[in-house]
């Protein structure tokens, strides 16, 4: 019986040659289809907080709850994460898929070990730290913090009054921006703020508006559920086009070179 034929040297190297041309032709498809399905699943999370809060205001006449008033005065219930709570069953609802690490524990958004790049999510708290947030909570989504329904005779009400998105009924809420991707709970957007000088400084700064939200954790878009419930990804530098609350304006900004 002839003796079974041996691969050559050359033989080995050609089909290990084949190999590594196929994959390094398969594996950016591969990336790109991870990539698009954990967006896919980020804006249908999104998509689920929208009718979470259209669901709370309709069971609360039509109004939200009454959101961050300074420290001393808010309690975990007046902010989104526990006054949804019931509204929604899994926590894991509130990461996006590219934003599901954790660098520690902390219990502020100037902790360096509470949110250190756009792939980590916020928390998770080790305790109640008395106001928005209870133990154990965390996310990597942000409340456009002017959709709230704050009490009267509060300093932060009185500030802005006029300003606020009580409930959703109001007019054009396809272009009010509701809840995002973002490295901290919430975003005070204004038309004063100018966008991060490059995209560490997001975290560096802590800006507290447009720049929570200039993270690279969708390439250099962001998504966006509006008040309507519908869903877009957006380009960062849209953020500052955005009806963050009444009184708006769209500013005039300098872009850094990131953003262009």
């Known amino acids: 019986m002839a003796g079974k034929r041996a691969f050559t040297l050359v033989e080995l190297l050609v089909v290990i040659s084949i190999i590594s041309l196929l994959m390094s032709i398969l594996l950016p498809s591969l990336h790109k289809a991870r990539g698009q399905a954990k ?3 980020c804006k ?6 929208g009718v979470v809060f259209l669901q709370y205001s309709s069971d609360n006449n039509g109004r939200f709850f009454a959101g961050w008033m300074g420290s001393a005065l808010t309690k975990a219930s007046d902010q989104w994460p526990s006054a949804l709570r019931r509204y929604y069953m899994n926590p894991k ?5 590219n934003a599901m690490k954790f660098a520690g524990l902390g219990d502020s958004p100037n902790s360096n070990i509470n949110c250190l790049s756009a792939t980590e999510a916020w928390g998770i708290f080790s305790k109640d730290p008395g106001w928005a947030v209870e133990a ?3 996310g990597s989504y942000g409340i456009n913090a002017w959709i709230c329904n704050p009490l009267p005779n509060t300093p932060i009400f009185v500030k802005l009054r006029n300003a606020y998105w009580r409930g959703p009924d109001v007019k054009n809420t396809s272009n009010i921006p509701l809840f995002l991707d973002s490295y ?3 975003l ?3 038309d004063t703020e100018q966008p991060p000088a490059f995209p560490a400084a997001a975290f560096l700064d802590n800006p507290a508006g447009q720049g929570r939200s200039c993270i690279l954790r969708h390439n250099k878009k962001t998504n966006i559920v509006y008040m309507d419930s519908s869903v877009r990804d957006v380009l960062l530098r849209q953020l500052w086009d955005q009806k963050w ?3 708006y304006k769209i500013p005039t900004v300098t872009w850094p070179d990131w953003m262009k």
């Open 39 to 41: 967006q896919a699943a």
């Open 44 to 49: 249908s999370n999104l998509r689920q907080w």
């Open 93 to 97: 609802l509130r990461l996006c898929p």
């Open 136 to 138: 154990g909570d965390y």
């Open 184 to 186: 901290w709970m919430e």
């Open 188 to 190: 005070w957007c204004t």
């Open 245 to 247: 609350h009444r009184e």
